[in-house]
């Protein structure tokens, strides 16, 4: 057999399970496919499911931090946050640097955080 007479057989038996497949899905009640979701638009869904606040009125773990920020008029640091919010440090520092590189804090000194007035 040649290549091109393997790849033909391989191309049939694979058909063949394909209609199979599709005759059990539709014994469970599934013959209808589900649509793939593009990259982009799980993207833009888990984009817009972050910038919605929390349900029921809660606030985000973000929220919480920039609202102890924005109290403070000399500046907080990462201890004190971490001190006040139960967070760990991994945590505090993430939310710290996505907030300032979004414009909603500023460092006064190293370590220490102000709100954007």
């Known amino acids: 057999m040649t290549i091109i007479q393997d790849l033909k057989a391989i191309s ?3 058909t063949k399970l394909v209609k ?6 539709a014994a469970f009640g599934k013959a209808e ?10 993207t833009q869904a ?3 499911a972050k910038k919605t606040p929390a349900k029921g009125g809660q606030k985000t773990d973000t929220d919480k931090v920039l609202a102890i920020i ?3 008029k000399k500046g907080v640091d990462t201890a004190a ?3 006040k919010t139960g967070f760990d440090q991994k945590k ?8 300032y ?17």
């Open 92 to 99: 505090v520092r993430n939310i710290l640097h996505r907030t």
């Open 12 to 14: 049939k038996e694979l």
């Open 33 to 42: 496919k589900p649509k793939a979701q593009s990259v982009k638009a799980r």
């Open 81 to 83: 946050l971490m001190k």
């Open 46 to 48: 888990t984009a817009v």
């Open 70 to 72: 924005n109290r403070s």
């Open 20 to 25: 199979q497949t599709e005759k059990l899905a």
């Open 101 to 117: 590189k979004q414009g909603k804090i500023t460092r006064v000194e190293k370590g220490s955080y102000v709100g954007v007035k």
